[in-house]
Nanobody, 116 residues
């Protein structure tokens, strides 16, 4: 059973930076896609950024240019560096990992709060 453990959330002032990390353990299969999603109060969960095993990335328009997703395949860990944070970035951030044999699993979420 794949388990994801997220860390790095917290409170930051607008314009500041935060780095999130998510480590996957227990995977019997190669994790093909890792991603970060977020869900703000009263809103649907949305994709923030994703990265394939080969390093191909995809970003939501709202974070493009302000965020960088990266991964360490040897450690099954994905990172999200967020800069120039805005109050509208406030949300619970979830990590996900997709593998052919186990489907998609989710982390427990980490709160990011950006104050103005």
């Amino acid at each position: 059973q794949v388990q994801l453990v997220e860390s790095g959330g917290g409170r930051v002032q607008a314009g500041g930076s935060l780095s999130l990390s998510c480590a996957a353990s227990g995977s019997r299969f190669s994790i093909t896609l890792m991603a970060w999603y977020r869900q703000a109060p009263g809103k649907q969960r949305e994709l923030v950024a994703s990265i394939t095993r080969g390093g191909r990335t995809n970003y939501a328009d709202s974070v493009e240019g302000r965020s960088t997703i990266s991964r360490d395949n040897a450690k099954n860990t994905v990172y999200l560096q967020m800069n120039s944070l805005k109050p509208e970035d406030t949300a619970v951030y979830y990590c996900s990992a997709t593998s052919v044999g186990a489907g998609t699993v989710w982390g427990q979420g980490t709160q990011v709060t950006v104050s103005s």
